[in-house]
């Protein structure tokens, strides 16, 4: 069983800055990639960055400059650092962790997301 915990969002006024994590917990070898994504009213989930285990980062163009994700392999948490918010950056935030098994089998898991509110 694997749990994927997300945290942090909250309202903040534009300008602001917010910190998101994202934890993994259960039965595994070790936590793999990690992505965030989020999905805004009346839109589609959207993409915003995914961090592997060894430090390499895929970032959306949109929000590069903005966010930075990074990671605590020790913890398993793998954060959003969130800067210069806008209305628009408002809605809930997900990440997937894709868990790596014994025997190297990857899963992806969903967390159930954390609502992220700017006002302007």
């Known amino acids: 069983q694997v749990h994927v915990v997300e945290s942090g969002g909250r309202l903040v006024q534009a300008g602001g800055s917010l910190r998101l994590s994202c934890e993994a917990s259960?039965?595994?070898?070790?936590?793999?990639?990690v992505s965030w994504h989020r999905q805004g009213p009346g839109s589609q989930r959207e993409h915003l960055a995914t961090l592997n285990r060894a430090g390499v980062t895929n970032d959306a163009d949109f929000v590069r400059g903005r966010f930075t994700i990074s990671r605590d392999n020790a913890k398993n948490t793998v954060y959003l650092e969130m800067n210069s918010l806008k209305p628009e950056d408002s809605g809930v935030y997900y990440c997937k962790a894709n868990v790596i098994r014994v025997g190297r089998t990857v899963t992806g898991y969903w967390g159930q997301g954390t609502q992220v509110a700017v006002s302007s």
């Open positions: 259960g039965t595994f070898w070790s936590l793999g990639s």
